[in-house]
């Protein structure tokens, strides 16, 4: 198992920003891809940012720019920041992980947080 777990999500302001964490234990980490998600009500859920096990890094398009996901291996952390932070990103957060697939389909990934928050008024 590799349990993950988020935290730093709250609510902010329009152009604000918020630094999401999840701390992952387990076995053989740094070689797992790892992913941010988000689900909005009554909306898919969708891939924000995504880290392979080499540091590669891939963002959808509308948070290019203005996100910046990274990994530390020693700590077994995922970080996404978030800057710039719109109305329309408000949603639930989910980190994933993966020992075999990276790509935007969230339905194969094996390992997910439990989710947090991130709420942006205008």
């Known amino acids: 198992q590799v349990p993950l777990v988020e935290s730093g999500g709250g609510s902010v302001q329009d152009g604000g920003s918020l630094r999401l964490s999840c701390a992952a234990s387990?076995?053989?980490?740094?070689?797992?891809?790892m992913g941010w998600f988000r689900q909005a009500p009554g909306k898919e859920r969708e891939g924000v940012a995504l880290?392979?096990?080499?540091?590669?890094?891939i963002y959808t398009n509308s948070v290019k720019g203005r996100f910046t996901i990274s990994k530390d291996n020693a700590k077994k952390t995922l970080d996404l920041q978030m800057n710039s932070l719109k109305p329309g990103d408000t949603a639930m957060y989910y980190c994933a992980a993966d020992p075999h697939y990276c790509g935007w389909g969230w339905n194969y990934y094996d390992y997910w947080g439990q989710g947090t928050q991130v709420t942006v008024s205008s």
């Open positions: 880290i392979d096990s080499a540091g590669h890094t």
């Open positions: 387990g076995y053989t980490y740094s070689d797992y891809c």
